[in-house]
């Protein structure tokens, strides 16, 4: 059950945006196989009446009163942009779509 | 692009039963964004702001910012809920839909994935051809909305053609709350037109709330269709596509109807449909192919750890319960019977998409007639050959008004005409376009008599003929008084009048 094929690596590391030679790719599909072994561990205390756990403390969100707070000025907040037309990010060309 | 083969809708329909799913985004129009405190571009005050204007550190995922839940949008959430009948979770998360695009900084959507704050509704839809459905929801769930990228300098304008974009971040963090069905099944040959009288059923729900502007054209409101077809008689669904980009309420009904009828091409061919996402495209009438849907598996989806859960208090859920408005088809059935209207009255009036208009006009003080007769009669007229909406041409509280004065005999209607002109030309309330322009009935028996007196001597025969006892002559005596009146005169008493003279001139 914990097997994790290489084109598996593949997809998840293109997923992630990160180059990876067939090297890597090969190392990384024997050490995430033991990794997720390890998780697997897990499973075998896990039983239907032991609910997961997101939040291990049981506290709620604290929820924010609706008005106005500060703003970044346009130059603030294109300061970090690579590149920007003064008031907006310029990024390259993607070849997809809105999600 | 190649036009795709299409089977005929009718013979699409024998062969095959259309299963639909929409997914409606709503912006909520609070004042703040879902997690920052920045201004939200979907609230009346803020529309328009220029690019990047309306941004916080957390929208643009700065390091060390960290996210804090609008209670507003929770609260806007749970009675959106409430009013599509959903159970609202005693305790929902937040999710990170994780994904690489530009359009959101941070690379990851907050959103909400295997706890949405509401789920397992229905929600009653009248077709226009009458025929009532329960939409069973599947879930609502809050989320962000991501920010707006223009695509500059490709040679068709489309995404594949652009050499770079412009991102935008003002409307990165809107709160959304997305609203998911259940497959529709059994709607048939009424599929799309479910598809739009949902859609319209949905913003009819959110405008009642008050909780979002609602305006398709300003993507308030979005929808996703999602078509399959399985042969008739076969039990397991086909392979959907999800049509997106469909802006109008028109455009849902055409976006479906044309999946069910590409898809019959296809299936009849003996070729199988690719699950994939699909752009509507208004001009052409028609989708093409977007990316491959991703499994859900690939948004690597994982409780959001910036963010604790949302746990309403059961105090709030009941007092939000207590506050819901009217379910739009309740208050259509409702409406309906206060006013009297026939069947095809009503019918006309809300599928002129003008039953908001006609029941604030009533309450204005109009009857029920004379509101349905001046926005489904005059103000249709005008706004169809000018192209716009009615409901953008006039106040309610005006037609109310105009309505009065007809009412109480200042005006006939056709000097009501020219009233509601002056109306739709910004020159006032009808009131001080009557003063204005000085249109009101003239009532005073002595001008009239003295009119009808010249018009009479002006024609002798026509006194004769009356004497004689045919009244349908004096026809031309009111006529010519009207005229003198220039019109500003109640026809029926300028006849009293005719008959009284000319019967009584003897004396």
Not at chain 2, 76 to 93: F, H, M, V
Not at chain 2, 122 to 136: D, H, M
Not at chain 2, 333 to 345: A, C, M, N, P, S
Not at chain 2, 386 to 400: C, T, Y
Request: proline letters at 6%.
């Amino acid at each position: 059950m914990s097997e994790i094929s290489a084109e598996q690596v593949a997809h998840l590391a293109n997923l992630a945006r990160i180059a990876l030679t067939d090297e890597e790719i090969d190392h990384l599909t024997a050490e995430l196989g033991q990794i997720m072994q390890a998780v697997e561990k897990v499973s075998e205390v896990a039983t239907p009446d032991v609910p997961p756990t997101s939040h291990p403390i049981p506290l709620h969100t604290p929820l924010r009163v609706d008005e106005v707070g500060d703003v970044l000025t346009v130059d603030e907040a294109l300061e970090g942009a690579p590149e920007h037309d003064g008031s907006r990010f310029v990024v390259s060309a993607i070849l997809g779509e809105e999600q | 692009m190649a036009r795709a083969a299409l089977m005929d809708f009718d013979e699409a329909l024998e062969r095959f039963e259309p299963v639909i799913g929409l997914e409606v985004h709503v912006e909520l129009n609070t004042k703040t964004k879902m997690f920052s405190s920045a201004p939200n571009p979907a609230h009346a005050e803020f529309h328009g702001a220029e690019p990047n204007t309306l941004v916080a550190p957390v929208d643009l995922g700065l390091p060390g910012s960290l996210p804090v839940v609008n209670g507003t949008a929770v609260r806007y959430s749970i009675s959106l809920g409430l009013a599509l009948g959903c159970s609202i979770a005693e305790s929902s998360r937040f999710a990170r839909k994780n994904y690489f695009y530009p359009d959101l900084a941070k690379n990851y959507q907050i959103s909400q994935y295997d706890e949405p704050i509401a789920y397992e509704g229905s929600v009653e839809v009248e077709l226009e051809n009458g025929r009532v459905f329960q939409v069973a929801i599947e879930r609502a769930h809050m989320e962000e909305d991501a920010g707006k990228l223009t695509h500059v300098g490709g040679a068709t304008g489309r995404i594949q053609g652009a050499e770079y974009s412009l991102v935008d971040y003002n409307r990165a963090g809107v709160p959304l709350v997305e609203i998911v069905t259940k497959p529709i099944v059994g709607a048939g040959a009424d599929a799309p037109a479910l598809a739009r009288a949902y859609v319209a059923t949905i913003r009819d729900i959110v405008l009642a709330l008050g909780v979002s502007e609602a305006r398709m054209e300003r993507g308030n409101l979005r929808c996703d269709a999602n078509v399959s077809l399985r042969p008739r008689g076969q039990e397991q669904f086909g392979t959907r596509t999800e049509t997106k980009n469909v802006n109008s309420m028109r455009s849902i009904e055409r976006a479906v109807r044309y999946e069910i009828q590409r898809q019959a091409a296809i299936l009849a061919d003996g070729g199988t449909i690719t699950q994939e996402t699909r752009h509507w495209h208004e001009d052409t009438g028609t989708t093409s192919p977007g990316r491959p849907k991703s499994d859900a598996d690939d948004y690597r989806y994982f409780p959001e750890p910036d963010l604790l859960p949302v746990v309403p208090d059961p105090a709030l859920i009941e007092e939000l319960r207590a506050a819901l408005p009217e379910p739009p088809a309740a208050r259509r059935r409702r409406l309906k019977g206060e006013w009297g209207f026939t069947d095809l009255d009503f019918q006309g009036v809300v599928n002129a998409g003008l039953l908001a208009e006609v029941a604030a006009t009533v309450a204005a003080g109009a009857t029920p007639a004379a509101a349905r007769k001046w926005w489904t009669g005059e103000l249709t007229r005008i706004a169809n050959a000018r192209g716009e909406d009615p409901a953008a041409l006039a106040e309610p509280a005006q037609v109310a008004e105009l309505a009065a004065l007809v009412d109480e005999g200042v005006l006939t209607d056709r000097l009501a005409r020219q009233v509601l002109e002056g109306v739709i030309a910004g020159e006032g309330s009808p009131r001080e376009i009557v003063d204005a322009r000085g249109l009101a009935v003239v009532s005073d028996d002595g001008a009239l008599v003295a009119a009808i007196d010249q018009a009479l001597a002006a024609q002798p025969d026509v006194l004769a003929k009356i004497r004689d006892g045919k009244v349908q002559a004096a026809g031309a005596v009111i006529g010519a008084v009207m005229k003198a009146m220039q019109g500003k005169a109640d026809a029926a008493r300028v006849r009293e009048l005719v008959l009284e003279r000319a019967s009584g001139g003897e004396g």
